[in-house]
């Protein structure tokens, strides 16, 4: 099978799906659409991925471009005759796929497509109604944001939904455990953008960290509020607990999660999150925002803690809950283990997505 993965920037995500399929007998070709300067993953596309060089990859998508990348596109299907397109994020890479005309095309939603980005405006609605009303398949990491697409116009008998999971031997608990002498680190790996709330971490953690010396926090990543983010932490006279590690590989990670006590994300808005299923795969306890898909994972007091999402003062009174706790703790990060290895098997999920290819096909074969 020749199939084309169309994807908006390399993210980890990207890398994932693409060295698992690379390691199948089909012939993946890669198309990526140039968001900004900066790509999220800098580890090398597999050597059996073959990455097409195209109108879209040269430059940031700009609306106006859509007519140049929709013809581009179209002469790439010519050319590289596959039997399937595999796209996403919806508005964007779907719906250009879209506007070729080829099918099969399997549309894939990123969590932030459906869950945010389809309220923009009238524009981006349109938008989403229109691909996910032409798709030949629909594939989906949560049933939160599978219910929103049928509820756009998706054929629900044409939808399918699995987590993208985890690799259960990659991420895993530490043979060693945490001294409790070693203080209570909390741990974030989220993006520093409006939508996953780390802007409101950091006032928790002020507020927190005011009542327990021992309290740390444990920050990766970087964005768009780092400076806003920063002036809070320092300004409420926490900024030398705070611990500023910036971007690392998806090799390191599992390190950084074995050293905190509690995960944390306060994101507003998700999908199925991966950092979150990690953290469970380490049996880390977490603390998250109480959103649709986020529920689908935590159960508040049994595999982990639940939060009113946007409420900081909740999130720290959370916070110095788990930190009195220790005891709770350990059950609740081996309940969260047991969640992922039950459900979130990145391998079973990966199958999963070669079954709905085969189910694509079919009709043209």
Known sequence: MRIIYF???????????LSALAETEHQVFYLRLQRGP????????????????????????????????????QRLIRQ???????????????????LTGFRPRLIMSWGFDLMEDCDRNAWWRWAT???????????????????????????????????????LQHFAPSPVPRRASAGFTLFCNRAWEPRYGVDLLARAFVQAARQRPDLRLLLLSDGSQSRQIRQILEQGGVSERVTFAGQI????LPRFYHMADLYLSPSHVDGSSVSLLEAMACGLPCL???????????????????????????????????????????????????????RADWKVGFQTLLDVYARMVKPYA
């Open 7 to 17: 994807s908006l920037d390399y993210t980890p995500h990207d890398h994932r799906f």
């Open 129 to 167: 109604r229109f691909v996910l009303r032409r798709a030949s398949y629909f594939i989906s990491d949560s049933q939160a944001t599978r219910q929103r697409a049928v509820a756009l116009g998706m054929d629900p008998a044409r939808t399918v939904v699995f987590p993208w999971g985890v690799d």
């Open 249 to 252: 590989s998806q090799t390191r």
């Open 288 to 342: 998250v925002s109480d959103i649709p898909t986020n529920r689908e994972w935590i159960e508040d007091g049994v595999n982990g803690w639940l939060f009113p999402d946007g409420d900081a003062d909740a999130l720290a009174a959370k916070i110095l809950q788990a930190a009195d706790d220790r005891r709770a703790l350990r059950r609740l990060g081996q309940a969260a283990r047991r969640t992922v290895e039950a």
């Open 80 to 98: 590289i005759k596959p039997d399937l397109i595999h796209a996403g994020p919806i508005q964007t890479c779907g719906l250009i796929a879209t």
């Open 38 to 73: 900066r790509q999220t993953e800098d580890r090398p596309l597999p050597a059996a991925v073959r990455q097409i060089r195209w109108a879209g990859g040269k430059r940031p998508f700009a609306w106006r471009d859509l007519p140049r990348l929709t013809l581009d596109l």
